[in-house]
């Protein structure tokens, strides 16, 4: 049993290289791993500036798309609404750190996932607590990339907060 949050960098730099992860997403490696493992889940997110520091309309900081589900095509259309907008500061660390923890005290102004998890789901990817939650972070930076971000998440506290729910990264 787990669940499988594909979290991707929207940032301009990503541009040339988004159709080619929405389309390997949506038509290949979703379907493909529901096929492989039972009691799959998946969801999706994106980022693309630090939550502190949004720029412009077109910025989403760290964005929820779809909650872990049984439900492939809901993911596939949530992952379809993905442009590339945003950077240069991608928060790979917060949103690492935010997908374990749902937390978003640190980013007052950020909506929570949407539709809020149940009772039994855990983080901002809205993983299940009994299942094994799984992290494919997709991007073309370093996690270090957002370091001039105003709110700090250390690789430590990214570390402290995956393994506190059993994630695998």
């Not at 940032?11 to 929405?22: E, T």
């Not at 038509?27 to 949004?54: K, N, S, W, Y």
């Not at 700090?152 to 994630?167: E, H, P």
């Amino acid at each position: 049993k787990a669940d499988v949050y594909f979290l991707m960098d929207s940032s301009v730099s990503m541009g040339p290289a988004i159709d080619g992860v929405r389309t390997s997403l949506a038509d290949t490696i979703v379907p493909g791993i529901m096929a492989a493992i039972p009691d799959l889940e998946v969801g999706a997110g994106e980022f693309d500036h630090c939550p502190d520091q949004l720029n412009s309309a077109g910025d989403v900081g760290i964005h929820h798309l779809a909650g872990t589900t049984s439900d492939a095509m809901a993911v596939a259309d949530a992952i379809a609404t993905v442009t590339a907008n945003g950077g240069p500061s991608e928060p790979y660390l917060q949103a690492m750190w935010l997908f374990a923890t749902g937390d978003i005290t640190l980013w007052p102004a950020m909506p929570p996932a949407a539709p809020a998890c149940g009772a039994d789901r855990i983080g901002y990817g809205c993983v299940r607590d009994s299942a094994l939650p799984i992290l494919v972070m997709i991007g073309d930076e370093p996690i270090t990339q957002a370091d001039n971000c105003k709110i700090k998440v250390t690789s430590l506290m990214v570390s402290d907060a995956l393994n506190a729910i059993g994630a695998k990264l």
